[in-house]
Every structure is written in C-alpha cells, then in structure tokens.
C-alpha cells in the first residue's frame, strides 16, 4: 500500500502571494489532517477533514483554507503569505478506527519558504 | 499557549544505556498520550501511546510512563541504539474530542545515540 503523499515537496513564493499544497492518502483513508510544523513550535494542528467535512479546526487565521474531495485526497490554501507561514507542511491520514487509538500515518511534508 | 512542553530540545546518549525523553502537560483535559518518532526528511511515525488509566505501558524497548498528578510522562529506551536517533514529539489527545485527527504536539526533543 502507498503511504501518504504529499506534493509539491518544496516550495519557494514571496510574500502576498497564496499556495495550494496537496496530500494524497493512504487507500481507504477518510480523515485527512494538516499540521504546521516550525523550530521550537512543534508540529501544530491546521485542520481535519472526514468525508468532504471539516470536522475539526486549530487557532490558525482564516487564511489559512482546506478542502477535501470525494477520493479523500486533501489540499490546503493559504492566502495572503507572510514570512511566518514558512514551515513544514505536514499532512496525516487515518481511518475511525486507528483514530480511536489517535494513530496517523504522516506524509513527509511540503516546505514551503516564505521571501 | 504551549499546553504540551519538551523543556529538552536535543539529548545525546551512547549505545547501549537508556534514553529518557520528558514531556510535561497543562491541560487537565487530555487523557491520551502518545509519542512519534521523525527521521529528517520522512514524517513522523506512531511509536507508542498511554491512556490515562494506566501509569505505564511498555512495547519492545520502549516504555511510557505517566504520572497524572504531575501532569508528566516519559519515554524511555532501552537499551539504546544508533537507529533510535531522531526527533521524539510527544502528543496528546482528550476523549471529549471523539475520533479526530487533532493532536496537540510538544516542539521535539532530538535525540542522538552514540556508538
């Protein structure tokens, strides 16, 4: 089976601009999840989508946007860049099952650098 | 509000002895506590996970420990081996969230076994 995927895996914007990062699944996944990971702020929660549905969301500003289509596949947004938004994009998939164990199978993440 | 801490950001140790990574928590809520394990350039992978009902569980050369009045766990390797070396996130869940994907992550301890 293929583990998360997630593209593109690095990404250089300036700031003002917006990026979409996308995240591929493992087959049979339905919940998607995207983390924030920057130094010495660990790996912080974006959002989580189940079934086309937001069904959980962290304390990041509204630029920040995701969605998820009907093949489970997951893209974020985030809109207006500031030099902050530059970290490791980390996306997880899971089934309700291994969810009720709070196990997630992590991509390798897209860095996105913020000029 | 960092509700999960990792006060150590790196640790070294040689082959063979144990490892104690710490993890302190403030959130009386949380009753769930795992650990995850990241290689540079892979995404984390689940090592091992405690409920709060327990103090200890235990897996291979892994153990966590809990002390819930301290609001407190620990992950200790033994023994220790070069393959351990990477980055050691500790998370944490509440079982009022239902299923999700939502974890709450301490920024990391790196930690890198000697031989």
């Known amino acids: 089976k293929a583990g998360v995927t997630q593209t593109p895996r690095y990404l250089i914007k300036t700031r003002g601009q917006q990026v979409t990062l996308s995240c591929s699944p493992i087959s049979g996944h339905r919940s998607v999840s995207w983390y924030q990971q920057t130094p010495g702020q660990g790996l912080q929660f974006l959002f989580e989508y189940f079934s086309e549905t937001q069904r ?11 969605r998820q289509f009907s093949n489970s596949r997951s893209e974020m947004n985030v809109s207006t860049l500031e030099l902050g938004d530059s970290a490791l994009y980390l996306c ?7 969810l009720a164990k709070n196990i997630q199978y992590f991509g390798a993440g897209t860095r996105l650098s913020v000029l | 509000d960092q509700q999960v801490k990792q006060n150590s950001p790196s640790l070294s140790v040689q082959e063979g002895r144990i490892s104690i990574l710490n993890c302190d928590y403030t959130n009386s ?61 500790c998370a944490a869940s509440a079982v009022d969230w239902g299923n999700t994907g939502k974890l709450i992550f301490g920024q990391g301890t790196t930690l890198q076994v000697k031989p």
């Open chain 1, 56 to 66: 959980n969301k962290g304390n990041f500003p509204g630029r920040f946007s995701g």
């Open chain 1, 92 to 98: 997880a998939s899971s089934t309700d099952r291994a």
């Open chain 2, 29 to 89: 809520m949380f009753d769930y506590f795992l650990w995850y394990k990241k290689y540079p350039a892979e995404g984390p992978t689940f090592l091992i996970s405690i409920s709060s009902i327990k103090d200890k569980n235990e897996d291979g050369r892994f153990t966590v420990f809990l002390n819930k009045s301290a609001k407190h766990l620990s992950l200790h390797i033994v023994p220790s081996q070069p393959g351990d070396s990477a980055v050691y996130f």
